[in-house]
């Protein structure tokens, strides 16, 4: 889990890769997931870690579409992106809200990408020259 590599099962025995569910815990705040090798939870207790509805509205005022600039999926389509995520302290306020479609906010917690603010509440994202 912490090097990012691996997969792990979901309780329905399907295989996802830690990224996936990464980005799942992300939207959705906790999964029941049981992961191979160390068996670890990937949320533990931390309820607030998913945006609420009211947050929700509140962002959708002000995003019409996916937060990356040009990006014209409808915000109905997005997920709520932590944009510092929770584990590294990220708080589940507007602020730190970001909506995404499910295109971009897999490349948002793709290592190869850095996302950077473009203008106003728009972001893009770069790829990294290694
Ligand atoms: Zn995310
Ligand atoms: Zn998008």
Request: charged share 25%.
């Amino acid at each position: 889990m912490a090097a990012g590599l691996g997969t792990g099962t979901l309780a329905t025995g399907e295989a996802i890769s830690i990224r996936s569910i990464r980005r799942l815990a992300c939207n959705a705040g906790h999964l029941p997931v049981v992961l191979g090798g160390e068996s670890m939870p990937v949320d533990v207790g931390k309820s607030r870690r998913r945006f609420t509805r009211h947050q929700s509205h509140a962002l959708a005022v002000l995003h019409d579409t996916c937060g990356i600039a040009g990006c014209e999926r409808p915000f109905a389509w997005c997920e709520l992106h932590h944009l510092t995520e929770w584990s590294k302290g990220g708080p589940t306020d507007l602020a730190n809200a970001l909506p995404l479609c499910g295109h971009h906010h897999r490349k948002a917690h793709d290592p190869a990408y850095e996302m950077r603010r473009h203008r106003g509440r728009e972001y893009v994202l770069k790829k990294i020259r290694r």
